[in-house]
């Protein structure tokens, strides 16, 4: 790919940038306009996966390789604009992970941060540096960085969650580290809740000093986040982008729940037909509750309950709920606000990105 102004290279310098191709040397002038777009252009594509397509092979899995053998059992959800690199957009991953009754997908640790998102079952655990939280429907449930972390199933049916990651930015970064841990399972060394109990009630031990990076609550159950919106509701303040959209938050700082990824839930009424909003943040969207569709960049896409879709950076999205409909969303955002360079744009009027 070149610049527009290729055109008028000279046989001259056509020469000239063999000769310096040799010392691993190339002109900025012939790839300043791919390298410094006017607007974002990468390959990332719209795209939905529906539940009940993906379902059964998520299922067939479970029957082909064990959740030992496999470490984690998932089967990647790759966008179609970037085949062949195991990305939900250019920084984002996601997968679909089955654990059925019985099961331990053995302990391990990561520099990559993950959230867990449940679309089926109840009753299996997450332990996270040695407490244990139960996963039910529609619970988010962060695994920080370098933490240790396994999954176990001792309920009587599969459990499938949607796993979110930061992988293809540690990638870029060239930052990933990992390890196994020396046994299937890590010791239980705090009891189930703590972690909430601690800082899920506005309130915190009375000599806390810590302000990590990531949430100390690495589980926020699904009915106390609903329950929220639904009293929300009541103000009747609809914003007209997002209907009544919260973010999950790290209770210590106020900032995101994770360093990396920013996780929002949101609600939407039946036929609030959203107007038009884009932003720099690719967003991986979950469909909680509900049906209805999405228009973005021009596509309709129609979803229902545990349906997934994807929204490209700064391409125009429409949601129109045909019942009151409940929206989880990850995205990159935390990063990039973080790195000063996040933009958006509002019911879809022309706006300079450089003024804030």
């Known amino acids: ?37 006017p607007v974002p252009r990468g390959a990332c594509v719209p795209y939905l996966w529906r539940f009940a397509e993906v379902e059964p092979f998520v299922l067939e899995a479970g029957e082909l390789i064990t959740a030992r053998e496999a470490e984690r059992r998932v089967l990647i959800l790759e966008n179609p604009g970037l085949t062949g690199t195991s990305q939900i957009t250019t920084s984002l991953y996601a997968g679909l992970q089955l654990v059925k009754p019985g099961e331990i997908a053995p302990a391990h640790r990561h520099t990559q941060s993950a959230l867990r998102f449940v679309l089926q079952g109840s009753g299996a655990h997450t332990a996270v540096d040695g407490e244990r939280t139960l996963m039910r429907y529609g619970d988010f449930v962060i695994t920080p960085p370098g933490a240790w972390h396994d999954h176990g199933n001792e309920s009587e049916e599969p459990m499938i969650w949607l796993d979110g990651l930061d992988i293809p930015m540690l990638a870029f970064y060239d930052a990933s580290f990992a390890e196994v841990y020396e046994q299937e399972a890590q010791p239980e ?128 999205v429409i949601h129109c709920p045909a019942e009151d409909a409940v929206l989880f969303s990850y995205s990159d955002r935390a990063a990039q606000q973080k790195l000063g360079f996040f933009k958006e744009q509002r019911n879809g009027k022309p706006q300079n990105p450089f003024v804030a």
Request: proline share 5%; charged share 25%; with cysteine.
């Open 1 to 37: 790919m070149v610049s527009q102004n290729s055109s008028t290279d000279t046989v001259e310098r056509e020469v000239w940038y063999e000769k310096i191709k040799a010392y691993q040397l190339s002109p900025l002038w012939r790839f300043l306009s791919t390298l410094v777009t």
């Open 189 to 316: 060394s705090r009891k189930s809740g703590d972690s909430l109990a601690r800082y899920g009630t506005s309130m915190l031990p009375v000599d806390h000093d810590r302000k990590g990076s990531v949430s100390p609550i690495f589980n926020y159950p699904y009915d106390r986040s609903r329950e929220a919106l639904e009293v929300m509701r009541r103000q009747d303040e609809w914003d007209p982008c997002h209907g009544l959209k919260m973010r999950y938050i790290n209770p210590e700082t106020g900032d995101f729940a994770m360093p990396t990824i920013a996780t929002f839930l949101q609600l939407l009424p039946k036929d609030f037909n959203t107007t038009a909003y884009r932003s720099t943040d690719a967003t991986i969207f979950v469909v909680v509750e509900g049906r209805g569709h999405s228009v973005i960049d021009g596509q309709e896409f129609e979803w229902s309950t545990q349906d997934i879709f994807v929204v490209p950076s700064w391409k125009n």
